[in-house]
Every structure is written in structure tokens, then in C-alpha cells.
């Protein structure tokens, strides 16, 4: 069982030909909403794979909460530990697409109301996990208390650190991996990626956009390529790349064998719109790790 504890938004998203500069007003092209937060994304991620997975959140009691409730159990996440509470709205995050990239803007909303009490009350929970996934978009004091709950229940953690502002040195002694891109590894770590790679062999796994990942191992620098794709809307990449890479290391895979499985997850994951629309199947994974042997 992969436990994600972590968040759960509505996506509010728009789309333009061109995001507008300070002050310009441009025309949009779409407007929607769809379920999103990175802890759900992640553990959408691992289910649609075959994970059975459960998710620890806490939603408004609103239209949005429900709609988010109601999209986890279609893609079989265990939602018995999702709070609903009175003290706050559900969280967005308002989203805006162009040019093949986005821009985001999270309001935490009921994301901030999870505790460590809601987190003790959920111990033998999370004791039952083969693996926890978390994030940085709950409180921070719930993230600290988590990790070391995990750790005194040997539940390993692998922690995306997103926003990358809320990330503490410490965290690192508590987790088995971290997963930055680019710009998070050099905020949190603030020197060369190469040399911090070195410091947390097999731990650091930095990821690299369409380029893949890479981590060290020891020995040498591993570099795992991306896959050649047509990108649509890139807004839930990194989170199938991490819901992926859990699943595949429960599946007894590498640590090189389960980057590229979730490279190849996180390729797909960009060809639809949507956080979760392009989250791909296992077959789907297979097909294209297989295609690209050919």
C-alpha cells in the first residue's frame, strides 16, 4: 500500500496563445476546472500504474471537496482518510497555460488544516504503508512530524519538496529520496547539482524536464534520458514522475530501472490536457519503454 499524504486542489485553468506582461490584458482560448494538488496528482499517478494506494488530505465541505473525493475513488484511491472539515475552503490552484509551459498559483485553503493530531490519529494508517509519498503544499510542522513517524516505523518516504521554500536540511535524514527539478535542487542546496548529487548517493534523484533525470549512485553520475514527446500541457509531468517511480521500485525495480519507468509515465502524461488527464496505464508505460528499444 503507497500512502500519499499531501494535497488536494481543484485545478482552475486557463489557457492563451501568449502569457500576457505586467499590465497587458490577452484573450483566452479555454476555461475549465480539474481535479488536482499535488498529493492527489501523485497518488492518481501510482493507481492508474496498479498501486493500491490511499490518501491522507483534508478538503473543504464544498462542491470542490466532493468533486475531488469523487475523482480519487473512480481512479481506486482508498479515501477513507480524507478529512472534510468546516474550517476552510477546499484548495485551488489557479493555472494558466501557453506556449507549452504553465503558471501556477496555489491557494492552500483546507490543505493548511491538516495537524499532527490528524497525522496521530492516522498512525496505524500509515504503519500499514509499503511506502509514503509526500509534499511541501501542507503545513510544514505536519511535514516534519510525518517524517519522523515514518522513520520510527521504518515506513521509507520519498518527498517531492515543492514549493521548494518550505524544505529543510534536516528533512534529508529522514527520507529515502528527494525528487527537485532543476531550480528546486539549486534553492534548497544553493551550490553546483553535481556536487550535491555526490553528497546523497542513490537519495538525490534530479529531475530534468524533457531531458530525464538524473542521480548518483556512488561511483559515477547516472544520467536516465526522457522520452521524445509532444508536449500539450506539462502540469502534472513531475507529479506522474513521482507517483511512477514509487510504483515501480514497490514493483522491485532498479533505481535506474524505475527513473526510466517514470520518465516514460511522465512522457505520456504531457500529450493531454489536465494535471491527471494524460496519467498513464501500465500497459501504456510498457508500450513506449518497448517503442523506444526498437
Given amino acids: ?35 488536482g494538488g499535488k498529493g492527489s496528482n501523485q497518488a492518481v499517478a501510482a493507481a492508474r500504474l496498479g498501486s493500491k494506494v490511499q490518501m491522507l488530505a483534508s478538503v473543504g465541505i464544498d462542491s470542490f471537496g466532493n468533486e475531488l473525493l469523487a475523482d480519487l475513488k473512480a481512479n481506486g484511491v482508498n479515501t477513507d482518510s480524507v478529512i472534510q472539515t468546516e474550517e476552510a475552503a477546499t484548495g485551488i490552484a489557479n493555472i494558466l497555460l501557453s506556449e507549452g509551459d504553465n503558471r501556477i498559483i496555489v491557494v492552500p485553503g483546507a490543505n493548511y488544516s491538516l495537524t499532527v493530531e490528524s497525522i496521530k490519529n492516522m498512525k496505524e494508517t500509515i504503519q500499514q504503508s509499503t511506502f509514503v509519498i509526500m509534499q511541501l503544499e501542507i503545513p510544514i510542522p505536519v511535514v516534519k512530524y510525518t517524517l519522523e513517524l515514518c ?8 518527498l517531492n519538496p515543492a514549493p521548494a521554500s518550505g524544505f529543510q536540511l534536516e528533512f534529508m535524514d529522514y527520507i529515502a529520496y528527494l525528487t527537485p527539478n532543476e531550480t528546486e535542487c539549486e534553492l534548497i542546496f544553493g551550490e553546483n547539482m553535481e556536487a550535491t548529487l555526490e553528497k546523497y548517493p542513490n537519495k538525490l534523484i534530479v529531475t530534468l524536464g524533457s531531458d530525464g533525470a538524473r542521480y548518483f549512485d556512488g561511483n559515477k553520475h547516472i544520467v536516465v534520458p526522457g522520452f521524445k514527446t509532444n508536449a500539450i500541457d506539462t502540469t502534472g509531468a513531475g507529479d506522474t514522475f513521482n507517483g511512477a517511480l514509487v510504483h515501480a521500485l514497490g514493483q522491485g525495480l532498479s533505481l535506474e530501472q524505475a527513473v526510466r519507468f517514470a520518465n516514460a509515465s511522465a512522457s505520456l502524461s504531457v500529450e493531454k490536457f489536465g494535471a491527471q488527464g494524460g496519467m498513464p496505464s501500465h500497459e501504456e508505460v510498457v508500450n513506449r519503454l518497448e517503442g523506444a528499444c526498437k
Fill in 1 to 35: 500500500m503507497i500512502t500519499v499524504i499531501g494535497s488536494m486542489n481543484m485545478d482552475i485553468v486557463v489557457q492563451t496563445d501568449n502569457f500576457p506582461v505586467q499590465g497587458e490584458t490577452v484573450l483566452g482560448q479555454l476555461f475549465t476546472t480539474v481535479p
Fill in 151 to 158: 522513520l520510527e516505523l521504518n515506513v521509507p518516504v520519498l
